[in-house]
Nanobody, 115 residues
Framework: QVQLVESGGGLVQAGGSLRLSCTTS????????MEWYRQASGKQRDLVATIPIVGTTNYADSVKGRFTISRDNAKNTVYLQMSSLKPEDTATYYC?????????WGRGTQVTVSP
């Protein structure tokens, strides 16, 4: 069974940092594009960052320069390093794996940034 489990969320003050982790099982991690999405209350789920099998990472304009996505294929884990956090970053953050039209989701981890 495919599982994606996020961790590392929490409450942080504006300007602070958090590192989110997503550990996967049941899939060939190295053959999947890994992504982080976020969804704020009353809003749609938006793509935050992408790290492909090979190639360059991509970021939403709103987080570019502040967030860094990385992956460790040996650990089947993708990370999102978040710095200079802003209240508008408050959301539930979801990890997702995609390959050949199939997408899997984690349950999400809450990030709350106070003013």
């Amino acid at each position: 069974q495919v599982q994606l489990v996020e961790s590392g969320g929490g409450l942080v003050q504006a300007g602070g940092s958090l590192r989110l982790s997503c550990t996967t099982s049941g899939l060939i991690f190295s053959m999947n594009t890994m992504e982080w999405y976020r969804q704020a209350s009353g809003k749609q789920r938006d793509l935050v960052a992408t790290i492909p099998i090979v190639g360059t990472t991509n970021y939403a304009d709103s987080v570019k320069g502040r967030f860094t996505i990385s992956r460790d294929n040996a650990k089947n884990t993708v990370y999102l390093q978040m710095s200079s956090l802003k209240p508008e970053d408050t959301a539930t953050y979801y990890c997702s794996a995609a390959r050949w039209g199939t997408r899997y989701w984690g349950r999400g981890t809450q990030v709350t940034v106070s003013p």
